[in-house]
């Protein structure tokens, strides 16, 4: 196997899942981040252990072949699709207040 196509770490995964949400806000422009976020989630191949989340694969294998033709309900614009708990959930809660107010004018 030629070692130059094997790839480590995030960035292979970031160029695709990026590349998947700018597919999906191409075909939906009126879409938040959270919205976009969420569909990507929904959408994904998740672990096989039935988890929601693991250490491998994160929340699962990005696949806009199936996000982007059967995106389901996107869901809130303003509510941030991850549980997140502790100091960072507290400030991620309060961006996206922040974020829904200054939207609202």
């Known amino acids: 196997m030629d ?3 094997v790839t480590h ?3 292979s995964a970031s160029a695709l ?3 998947s949400a700018a597919l999906l806000w191409s075909a939906h ?3 938040t981040n959270n919205q976009v976020l969420r569909v990507l989630l929904n ?3 998740k672990p096989k252990d039935g988890a929601e989340r693991n ?3 994160g929340y699962g294998v990005v696949r806009p072949r199936v996000a982007v033709p059967n ?3 996107p869901g809130p614009a303003n509510e941030f699709p991850l549980v997140v708990g502790g100091a ?3 400030v991620v809660r309060r961006r996206g207040r922040d974020e829904a107010k200054a939207a609202q004018g």
Do not use: F
């Open 3 to 5: 070692r130059r196509s």
């Open 9 to 11: 770490g995030t960035s």
């Open 17 to 19: 899942a990026s590349a």
């Open 29 to 31: 422009p009126d879409w």
């Open 43 to 45: 959408t994904a191949g």
């Open 55 to 57: 250490d491998y694969i």
């Open 71 to 73: 995106p389901g309900d």
């Open 88 to 90: 960072v959930g507290a």
